[in-house]
Nanobody, 118 residues
Framework: QLQASGGGLVQAGGSLRLSCAASGSDFSLTTITTMAWYRQAPGQQRELVASIGSGGNTNYQDSVKGRFTISRENAQNMLYLQMNSLKPDDTAVYLC???????????WGQGTLVTVSS
């Protein structure tokens, strides 16, 4: 299971750090191939924000490059998203995601709401 936290209300230009905790007796990030953060704004489709592979390779949506940083700590079963220079357009529910290639299983966490005021 994945549990996201860290969302809240912040002014434009501010920062937030989202966390995603993985739990479960058979759930270890060491077996997870890819982790990612998605977001979904009201009336919008879900979109990929950033992803990180098991080797630490990262990928970002163009609109967040240079502002957001994704990281993972496998030993702690944690995924993070550091968000700086936030903009009102970043307002959305943010969801964490994990994919295990060996079993082709996907996991979604519940969302955490980020609201950026202008």
């Amino acid at each position: 299971q994945l549990q996201a936290s860290g969302g809240g209300l912040v002014q434009a230009g501010g920062s937030l750090r989202l966390s995603c905790a993985a739990s479960g007796s058979d759930f270890s990030l060491t077996t997870i191939t890819t982790m990612a953060w998605y977001r979904q704004a009201p009336g919008q489709q879900r979109e990929l924000v950033a992803s990180i592979g098991s080797g630490g390779n990262t990928n970002y949506q163009d609109s967040v490059k240079g502002r957001f940083t994704i990281s993972r700590e496998n030993a702690q079963n944690m995924l993070y998203l550091q968000m700086n220079s936030l903009k009102p357009d970043d307002t959305a529910v943010y969801l964490c995601y994990a994919y295990r290639h060996s079993t082709m299983q996907s996991y979604w966490g519940q969302g955490t709401l980020v609201t950026v005021s202008s």
